[in-house]
């Protein structure tokens, strides 16, 4: 049987990785510092090695205690992060980096792999946490794998965009959830006409396994749902899903502004459209799975938990007087 090392492994992609390959008929093992709740630890079929993955000699460790055919990078932030793995676990069958779909540096629609250029990515970038620098840090990781794999190291790369599903402790899906379960009414952005591509959090767990297994060494693969509908289409799919009805107010960048508001104050609102080509992931076997059984999971999950996601988007009270002053 095939041993799989997961760095990370117990949040949110890597959570749905570990099952991923348990169901695959893997040996898994996750690698982490245990800073977060492990939902494996009753799970005598799942392993754990505690370390730090920024610090070499943890790695190192890691890799001769568990021996992996296969080792999925799910907490890879830095570039140098990438380029430490890829020499730690030079001879492994797979090495799989998540990388995003932030990586892509050009506004095009479609985004294609191989295709659309990604972000530059400066020294002082590759080395300062923030939201400014995360894609130019993971487009440079990319570079990385492609580096690691002309050195014959058999590394590979997948993007996903936005995930959502069940346990996103990001709460941006969540904000919608909330807002379409417990509103009457609600206020979309751009009159729900925002196109920003979404990944079921199964589908890119799967993208892992496929790539690993199938994957060509230096590659790229985009993940996201194989349909991506529009921001206001999200909310009658999530209305359908809840059994509930809503109003939908459609606002303009005009509108928002006269109550001190911008697009940008809803989560998964994006200016431009961001659609990742899927068709190089889909040659390998993979597909997507059914909006509808995807967000049933999410919703279901969701019912169970306390993440509304509401400190994330605008003041209910500012909101309120927002569609008032629309409906009028």
Known sequence: MDQVLIVGGTRFIGRYTVSEFRDADYDVTIFNRGNHDNPF?????????????????????????????????CVAYFPEDVRVATDVFADVEAYVYVS??????????????????L???SEEEATTDSSATYGPRKAEGDREVFAAAEDGVRAMSVRP???????????????????????????????????????????????????????DAGEAYNVGDEHAPMLGQWVELLA???????????TTERDLARHGLTPQDFPIHRASPHLLETAKLRELGWSSTPHRV????????????????????????????LLDDLTQ
């Not at 070499?56 to 205690?65: G, P, S």
């Not at 995003?100 to 250029?117: F, H, I, L, N, W």
């Not at 009457?184 to 751009?190: C, E, G, H, K, N």
């Not at 967000?295 to 209910?316: A, I, S």
């Open 41 to 73: 630890a009753d799970d005598e079929g799942v392993n754990h090695v505690q370390g730090n993955r920024r610090d070499r000699e943890d790695l190192a460790a890691a890799r001769e205690e568990v021996d992996p055919d296969v080792v999925v990078d």
């Open 100 to 117: 995003s779909g932030a990586a892509y540096g050009q506004e095009r629609v479609p985004k294609r792999e191989g295709d659309t250029a």
């Open 119 to 121: 972000e530059p990515c």
């Open 161 to 215: 965009t936005v995930v959502y599903g069940p346990h996103d402790y990001t709460e941006r899906f969540a904000y919608w959830v909330d807002r379409v379960a417990v509103q009457d009414r609600i206020a979309v952005p751009s009159d729900g006409m925002s196109l920003w591509q979404m990944a079921y959090v199964e589908d890119v767990a799967s993208a892992l396994r496929v790539v690993a297994e199938e994957g």
């Open 240 to 250: 359908e899903t809840l059994q509930t009805g809503v109003e939908t107010v459609g």
């Open 294 to 321: 995807a967000l049933q999971r999410t919703v279901d999950e969701h019912r169970e938990n306390d993440r509304t996601g509401r400190q994330f988007g605008p003041d209910r009270d500012v909101e309120e007087e």
